[in-house]
């Protein structure tokens, strides 16, 4: 990665804690170029937090204003934003500098669902029927020409969490009763998101994520990954991700199609985008495109299918640099481990037998013995990952799953106190 190293200089806007910045930490460090984190983490533990550039993402004016003064301090090569929440402040962050960004406005429309959905139709591409409803009035609220079975998402949430599908009225309204006790406590959302949820139909079909690169506009494939577990709900917690794609060459070329032209209605011109589609008889069908890299771990198996890790390409197009791709032989897989149910984590048992089992790379637990264990849908993490490599996908899934078979997670039930007022 010669052409971007050499001091360089990229801010990385990320929220505090997200698992995305240290790959980005770790592949500037090995390439030499200076990275500063921008964060809310002044008391973080964290060194690179502690000592970055302390922003308050809920006020992008301010922090707007202390970017351009680090800046015209110290220019940079480039900005990129990790995560939804800081995206948009990142484009607009970029757009000021004068560096490769988005528009603003476009990476606020791919974030918010029902814009999305609007755009999509616009631009006459495949869009599920859908409504807006107002979670203090769900069931008098008019839903039209509306069939069931649907599912319903908060408008500014990512990783499945607080998506659930509904096959009724009743359930749609315990659906959103639970929906709204999430978000009344996020002050990171707007009012309109935390008082409205998007109710759209359920779309049968096999799922794919896809990682892409844009550049002016142009998209490059980077991986598609197969989930070859069916995602029908009521909750949509992913597990296998597989790569490369089992799909037949017509059916990629039509996905690769459909998400360049999605980016194209919302906008989007530069920079990483991570897609979710369906795929069914009548089509493929965005759930989403976002301008970002993948989440959790996932991002490791890029490597393994560009000669690249993920963060490289991504800091390399934030300095106007295009580094050239080249795909390897052989399949690569992720489990991400799903939390069972909801209590406090004893221990996981069968480690060393699942890192026993052939074509497994590594296997990671994330959450600590004696933390609390929150699932799908108000839950946003996963209990840990593993990684395989194998020479074909079904050989890798095979791998993923027995090791799956050989963990037994041990969850004690969380008892919380109720306090009573006193007479």
């Known amino acids: ?22 790959p980005f930490i ?35 004016r301010a922090a707007l204003a202390s970017i351009q003064q680090e800046a015209r301090r110290r220019p940079f090569a480039g900005i990129i934003g990790t995560d939804d929440s800081t995206a948009e402040l990142a484009a607009r962050a970029a757009s000021g500098l004068g560096l490769a960004h988005n528009d603003p406005r476009a990476v606020h429309i791919a974030r918010r669902k029902d814009l999305a959905r609007a755009r999509l139709a616009e631009a006459g591409l495949p869009v599920p029927g859908h409504v807006r409803l107002d979670l203090r009035q769900v069931l008098r609220g008019p839903l039209g020409e509306f069939r069931f079975p649907g599912v319903v998402k908060p408008l500014a949430l990512s990783a499945s969490q607080g998506v659930i599908r509904v096959d009724d009225r009743d ?14 406590d996020r002050p990171d959302l707007s009012p309109q998101e935390r008082s409205s ?14 990682e892409g690169m844009l550049y002016r506009g142009r998209l490059e494939l980077l991986a598609i990954f197969d ?17 490369p794609s089992r799909l037949d060459g017509p059916t990629q070329a039509r996905l ?14 530069e920079g990483p985008v991570h897609a979710e589609c369906r ?24 490597r393994f299918g560009t000669g690249h890790n993920l963060e490289e390409l991504v800091l390399a197009h934030a300095m106007g640099v295009r580094l050239p791709c080249q795909a390897r032989e052989g399949a690569s897989g992720v489990l991400m481990i799903p939390i069972p149910r909801a209590g406090i984590l004893r221990r996981v048992e069968g480690l060393l037998a699942a890192q026993r089992v052939p074509c497994i ?59 009573t007022a006193r007479p």
């Open 197 to 210: 949820v998007l109710l759209e139909a359920f779309i049968p079909g096999f799922e794919v994520a896809v």
């Open 26 to 60: 770790e592949t500037a460090r090995r390439h030499g170029i200076d990275l500063l984190v921008a964060s809310e983490g002044r008391h973080s533990i964290v060194s690179e937090y502690a000592r970055g550039l302390h922003i308050d993402p809920r006020d992008p």
């Open 171 to 184: 359930q749609l309204q315990r659906a959103c009763e639970r929906i709204a006790a999430m978000l009344q």
């Open 1 to 22: 990665m010669h052409p971007v190293a050499g001091g360089a200089r990229v801010l990385v806007i990320a929220p505090h804690g997200s698992y995305r910045t240290a």
């Open 227 to 243: 989930k070859p577990d069916p995602l029908d709900g009521p909750y949509f917690e992913e597990t296998y991700y597989l790569t």
């Open 256 to 269: 690769r199609q459909v998400i360049a032209a999605a980016c194209a209605a919302y906008g989007l011109r």
């Open 279 to 302: 795929i069914n008889p009548q089509g493929v069908w965005i759930l989403e495109v976002a301008p970002r890299t993948i989440g959790g771990l996932c991002a490791r198996l890029l």
């Open 361 to 419: 790379q590594e296997l990671q637990i994330q959450i600590r013995p004696g933390h609390e264990l929150v699932p799908l849908p108000e839950g946003a993490s996963y209990l840990g990952f593993v990684f395989a490599r194998g020479e074909h996908p079904e050989r890798v899934e095979a791998a993923l799953r027995e090791a799956h078979a050989c963990l037994n997670i041990v969850v004690a039930p969380l008892w919380k106190a109720r306090v």
